[in-house]
C-alpha cells in the first residue's frame, strides 16, 4: 500500500507526534509498504515540486527525528521554518499527497490532530484516514464537555468545572476545594496540568494553563493509582498501570525513559480490572469513538474508578501505553500499526 504518516504540526505536542510518525513510518515500511512521513505544517517541497512517485523515493523525513525534547516546543520557532505562507495549516503538497495514499496513518497529537478539524477537512477531500471521525474527535478533545457526556451516561469521573479565561472566578466560588487539578480544556500529554493545594497556587496555575488556552478545567485531586485502557474495534486491551518514580505521570515522565514504572497486565484484581475495560469501552460508546482510543484512569484506595479523558490518537513512541497494551496479547507494533489500518480502511468504505 501506499501510506502518508501525517505528523508534526503546530501542537505542543509536536515533537511527541514526530516520534510517532517515525516509529509508525518504519514499522510500516520493514512490512512491504511504500511510506512517507510528512509534515502536517512544514509539508513537502514547493509548489513546482514533481510528486507523480512520491511513494517511491527513499531519502525519508523521519530518519532525521531524535529523541523528544524535555520542554514544550517553541511553535513561533516553527513557523519561521514554512517555506510558503504560514497562514494556512496545510504545509505544500500535503493534500495533494495525501490524496494519492492509499491512506492516511494518522501519528498527530493534540490541537488539530485530535480535534476534528483535520479529520472533517479529508471527508471533504475523500480522504481515507485512521482513526476516529471528525465529530467524535472533537467531543473527546474537549474535556468539558466530555465531562457533561460522562455524568449524563453515569460515567464516573472527577467532579469539576470548567472556566474561561474572560469569566474568571475566584476559587471560594468553584465549589470545590483543597486539593485540585488546574488543566487546560483541550490539551494533552498534561501540558499546562497542576495540582493545586492554596490560593496562591491556584492563581499559578490558572495563569499557567491560561498560556495554552482560553478555557481551564479545574476538578476534585483524586489520590490513587494511575491506569490506561486501550479500546481498538470496540474491544477493550489489558489494563496497564503508570507509576511515575517522581511526582505525577506529566509530560516529562510521559516521555522520558525511567521516569515511570508501567506495568501490563496491571496487578489489580480480575473484577477491578475487568469493570475498568468495560468503562472504557462505554467511554467509547458514548463518545462516538471509533477505530481506537485510550482512556485514562485513577483509581483511589476505596476501589473507586474515576475515568480522565479519552485519547483518540494514542501516541506510539517507545514508551507510549497502547502499544504495550497490544503486546500483552502477542500483538507486536507492526501488527498494531497495519490492524490500526485495517479497521480504518472498512470503516471508509
Known sequence: MDIAVLAGGLSTERDVSLITGSMVARALRERGHRVIMLDVFLGYGGEETDITHIFSHSAEAD??????????PDLAQVKAMRRDSPDGFFGPNVIRICQRA?????????????????????????????GTRYLSSALAMDKGISKTLFESAGIPAPRGISMKKEARIPFAETGL???????PCCGGSSIGVSIVRSEAEFETALAEAFRYEN???????????????????????????????????????KYKAGSAVETCPADLPEETA??????????????????????????????????????????????????????????????????????????HG
Open 102 to 130: 492509499d491512506i492516511v496513518f494518522m501519528a498527530l497529537h493534540g490541537e488539530n490532530g485530535e480535534n476534528g478539524r483535520i479529520q472533517a477537512a479529508f471527508d471533504l477531500f475523500g480522504i481515507r484516514y485512521t
Open 63 to 72: 530518519e532525521a527525528v531524535g529523541s523528544i525534547p524535555a520542554e514544550v
Open 274 to 347: 475487568a469493570r475498568m475495560r468495560r468503562i472504557a469501552v462505554r467511554v467509547c460508546e458514548v463518545l462516538g469513538l471509533d477505530t481506537y482510543a485510550r482512556m485514562d484512569f485513577l483509581l483511589n484506595e476505596r476501589d473507586e474508578i474515576f475515568c480522565l479523558e479519552a485519547n483518540t490518537l494514542p501516541g506510539m513512541t517507545p514508551t507510549s501505553l497502547l502499544p504495550q497494551e497490544a503486546a500483552a496479547v502477542g500483538m507486536d507494533f507492526g501488527t498494531l500499526c497495519e490492524k490500526l489500518i485495517r479497521i480504518s480502511q472498512e470503516k
Open 177 to 183: 476545594s483543597f486539593p485540585c487539578v488546574v488543566k
Open 215 to 253: 478555557e481551564v478545567i479545574i476538578e476534585d485531586y483524586i489520590e490513587g493509582r494511575e491506569f490506561s485502557v486501550g479500546v481498538i474495534d470496540g474491544e477493550a486491551l489489558p489494563v496497564i498501570e503508570i507509576a511515575p518514580v517522581e511526582g505525577f505521570y506529566d509530560y516529562k515522565n
